[in-house]
């Protein structure tokens, strides 16, 4: 029998470390519980917040809804040839399955190491590092449709995937909640080792022929030392996307700022750093209040203790408006805001 806890705080259920209550509250352990769950109506028709790791969300204020803890485990593989298929239950801790497939020679993900958050978020934010995203090992995925408690499976081409998009934040936002994520991954490595500071860390390493879990190592080691520890002080990895502007866009900007850090993106766009971006407004390492930017990484905002998400989400506004003055970019937020 599933147990609906009342005013439940979720200080420790979010990477930010922002105290707020929520109304309700449920963990789901099995898929079959979301099937119980919704067979009272009166889940149907209140507001709803899925949680995972809690790792790319602001929360505002309190949920006066219902949050949905997913905790559904599991880690099954299977070979056919060179091809490895493996299949994670969403509440799995996301570096849990980069760990799961690189110690057994999985090749795909070992440039997602150490992404914080579950496996079920995976896909909604197509998660991406150091040139991989989420959508090239991705297979399907199974999604409990909540208007008619039906499970549906959807293909890569279902996702629509795009820059930490997905159509479960789009059309079909709030409509699905996610239970199981299959992975196409490879027997044979085809390393993506194309970002500098990757190649760099190698070399330092005297590494000339990498395996698998010298490219996870190093991975982790460049993100420990650009990013802080949930566990030490509240965050949510970047809190903003880097831009993506028009050709057109980027020849303007570059007369302007001949120095700025970019990279090509898909249809003769460019990506630019919205990190160096921030920097260079004078934000790196500024602390407003009880929140501020990361010392090491200005793309990360963080808590230093006692911030309300309110604060956090201001402070990010000033950051925004900041760049936009500076550059004419308009910096987008990566985090989910729950209001």
């Known amino acids: 029998m599933l147990q609906i806890q009342e005013n439940v705080s979720l200080k420790n259920f979010n990477t930010f470390g922002v105290e707020a209550n929520a109304r309700y509250f449920v963990e789901i352990s099995k898929k079959e519980e979301l099937t119980e769950l919704f067979m009272d109506p009166k889940w149907k028709q209140t507001d709803r917040l899925v949680l995972g790791g809690g790792s790319n969300m602001l929360l505002l204020n309190d ?20 091809d490895v298929h493996v299949e994670a239950g969403a509440g799995e801790v996301w ?53 008619t408690g039906q499970f549906k499976i959807f293909t890569k081409a279902d996702c629509k995937f795009d820059y930490r998009e997905s159509v479960f934040k789009s059309e079909l ?44 190592q190093v991975v982790s080691h460049i993100r420990v030392s650009k990013l802080p520890d949930p566990s030490t002080i509240g965050n949510a990895g970047s809190f903003f996307k880097n831009p993506i502007i028009s050709a057109l866009e980027f020849d303007t900007l570059i007369s302007k700022h ?49 911030a309300t998400g309110g604060e956090v989400y201001s402070f990010s506004s000033q950051i925004i408006d900041s760049v936009y003055t500076k550059f004419g970019v308009i910096l987008q937020r990566e985090v989910n805001i729950i209001s």
């Not at 006066?64 to 905790?71: A, F, Q, T, W």
């Not at 500098?196 to 879990?213: F, S």
């Not at 260079?280 to 963080?302: F, I, S």
């Open 173 to 216: 936002k709030e409509q699905y909640i996610i239970v199981s994520v299959k992975f196409l991954l490879s027997l044979v490595p085809s390393f993506n080792l194309k970002y500098g500071v990757i190649e760099q860390e190698l070399a330092a390493r005297g590494i000339n022929a990498p395996t698998l879990k010298d490219v996870s």
């Open 258 to 306: 001949p120095e700025v850090v970019h990279y090509p993106a898909a249809n003769g766009q460019v990506k630019l750093a919205a990190g160096w971006l921030i920097e260079q407004c004078g934000w790196k390492g500024k602390v407003v209040g009880n929140t501020g930017t990361w010392k090491n990484q200005a793309l990360v905002l963080v808590n230093h203790g006692g």
């Open 95 to 147: 570096n849990d399955l980069v760990n799961y497939n690189v110690m057994r020679g999985y090749a795909g993900l070992e440039n997602l190491s150490l992404i914080p958050g579950s496996v079920g978020a995976s896909p909604i934010q197509n998660i991406g590092a150091y040139g991989v995203e989420l959508k090239d090992v991705f297979k399907s995925c199974e999604a409990f449709e909540i208007a």
């Open 63 to 82: 949920f006066g809804g219902l949050v949905i803890r997913m905790n559904i485990r599991g880690i099954e593989h299977r070979i056919s040839h060179t």
